[in-house]
């Protein structure tokens, strides 16, 4: 496509819309007559306008500049075939019963620049704006979607593979496998976070990819569920799927169900705190006392505190009172949820 | 001269293919902001941290 303003690109922009070379048209129309005055320009716009009963004032940045000069002035000719000039003429005057606005000659320097500057206000304002719908509306959208493939395919693993060996002791839990980084390993189920509520659990709290688009996070190092210690996870409170955004409506006594390749492990919710983000020692084996080895199965979820604040972290304590393996099915508290039943319809662990 | 003014006058064709062409502009700039910009910059927003750390990130 040629430019606009050259060859025959000038000649299709002169039909869609009038060119205007306004130092060229002043120089042609002095030889034979003096310009009208901008007043009297004015006066004849106004007085068109009204026979047309269209709106009388012109406001625009530049002067007004009269198109039909061939119509007021038949003397002046303009150096262009008769037949465009013609085209303008008409153009221009359908164009007015459009209501259109005269049409503009080019900013100056300063006016540019500022005007520049003013789209560019503009366009960071809205880019911002876009950024906290992503932020607060579409990573919700994306994390759920990443949420769901990921636990089927997880189940649909656990479904190709044996199952560990029973241990002797039917009361000591299989302790999970340790997997690789930015694994998953896990389905949770929180009843008291909705009866459809699950979310996936992955090896590492990196922000990409386990916290933003794999749900929870296991620190690395704590406990493995079923393991005496403390199976540590971290999960987002706010954006990115929110998969802890209730935890605060946690009750003593609420169940959290742990799914692996092995069985189900649940943890019964104990108590919670409210702590400074260096606090590491809520990770240890007995929370809060770094020294203790403990003989506990406990589990920490971490998230930030309060909601949209990095300032502190709500910690929620729960300890293993249960544990069901694979093969007997889900326990009661979940097993007719509507969380169970669409996470178990593909794959089956 | 303005930017947005610029833009409009680069573009080619009549007014319906130019608005045709800024909005598959603007969906495009969308596009790669949700796609690759607002990720890099989302760590840096105070409201995203859920971990303990000793001083790392």
């Known amino acids: ?349 | 001269m303005s930017m947005y003014g610029f833009i409009w006058r680069s573009l080619p064709g009549n007014w319906f293919v130019r608005l045709l062409i800024s909005l598959i502009l603007i969906a495009a700039a969308v596009f790669l902001l949700m796609q690759y910009v607002f990720p890099v910059v989302a760590p840096y927003m105070p409201f995203n941290n859920a971990t303990v750390t000793d001083g790392g990130p």
């Open chain 1, 1 to 349: 496509m040629n430019s606009p303003y050259s060859g025959d690109g000038a000649d299709a922009e002169a039909s869609s819309r009038p060119t205007i070379r306004p130092a060229q048209r002043r120089a042609t129309a002095s030889h034979s007559q003096p310009l009208p005055s901008r007043r009297e320009l004015r006066r004849r716009e106004a007085a068109a306008a009204s026979a047309t009963g269209a709106p009388t004032a012109v406001y625009s940045d530049a002067p007004p500049i009269q198109q039909d000069t061939t119509v007021s002035h038949p003397v002046a000719s303009e150096p262009q075939p008769a037949g465009r000039g013609g085209d303008g003429g008409r153009a221009h005057r359908s164009r007015r019963h459009d209501r259109r606005p005269v049409e503009r000659e080019p900013l100056g320097p300063v006016r540019g620049t500022i005007r520049t500057f003013g789209e560019l206000c503009i366009t960071a304002g809205l880019i911002l704006i876009l950024f906290v719908v992503w932020q607060l509306w579409w990573t919700d959208i994306a994390a759920n979607r990443d949420n769901e493939v990921l636990a089927d395919e997880l189940t649909e693993d656990w479904s190709n593979q044996d199952p560990n060996q029973l241990p002797e002791d039917p009361d000591e839990p299989i302790v999970a496998d340790p997997v690789g980084r930015n694994e998953a390993f896990g389905i949770f189920y929180i009843p008291r976070f909705g009866d459809d509520y699950y979310r996936t659990v992955a090896e590492g709290v990196d922000l990409e990819p386990v916290l933003n688009r794999m749900g929870l996070g296991r620190y690395p190092n704590s406990a493995m569920p079923g393991d005496v210690g403390n199976f540590s996870i971290a999960g987002h409170r706010v954006t990115y799927g929110k998969p802890l955004n209730q935890i605060a409506e946690l009750r003593p006594g609420d169940e959290i169900v742990v799914q692996t390749k092995d069985g189900f492990y649940t943890y019964t919710f104990r108590n919670f705190d409210i702590i400074l983000p260096d606090a590491v020692e809520v990770l240890a084996p007995v929370p809060d006392m770094p020294e203790s080895k403990g003989k506990d199965r406990i589990l920490t979820m971490t998230a930030c505190n309060p909601m949209f604040s990095a300032r502190e972290r709500y910690v929620a304590y729960a300890e293993l009172t249960d544990w069901t393996p694979a093969q007997e099915g889900a326990p009661e508290s979940i097993s007719g949820s509507k969380a169970y039943e669409k996470v178990s319809k593909k794959g089956g662990a």
